[in-house]
């Protein structure tokens, strides 16, 4: 069962909440950049290649994130995009206002106008305190929390993630010693 899919996916028998696509592809994109921070100038034909995500809505996510000014673009031969934010002051929850215009105010789960302690929803005290660990964890975790995880560690010369996949050469296969 659906509710309330404008901002949050919430399904209830699963218990999942999720923000939008273009959220989660901007933390990934900003991520593959802070990893790459001091390496020079990425494509961003690179960076959706390696991250999975559909260039031409990574180049709509880039340009709303350079006006915002969190990345900076460079045209020509070395061109392409760097952090102009510093990662470590760079929150989830800041890209989610960007991104998502998330409001963790009054916002009612059930989308009534006027939904506080006083004259609530039958939602309200349950959603406040989901609300408010959401918001928390949003806010306490950084680009660059995300970009250091071991997990991430290191970009090879050709700017793949080692952990994710393997650089792919043309024809585009996977050869066995890459494979190990």
Known sequence: MQ??????????????IMLSATWQYSIRALVHLAMARGKGPVLASHIAETEGIPLPFLSKILHQLKVAGIVAATRGQKGGYIMQRDPAKL?????????DHVDFGEQCLLGYKFCDENCN????????????EIKHFLETRTIEHLATDSARAE????????????????????????LV
């Open 3 to 16: 509710i309330f899919p404008y901002i949050w996916d919430v399904t209830i028998n699963k218990s999942e």
């Open 91 to 99: 929150t989830l929850l800041d890209v989610a206002h960007l991104t």
């Open 121 to 132: 929803c039958v939602l309200h005290r349950e959603w406040e305190g989901i609300k408010k």
């Open 155 to 178: 970009l090879d010369i050709d700017g793949m993630l080692r952990f994710r996949q393997p650089p792919l050469h043309p024809p585009y296969e996977v050869t066995a010693a890459e």
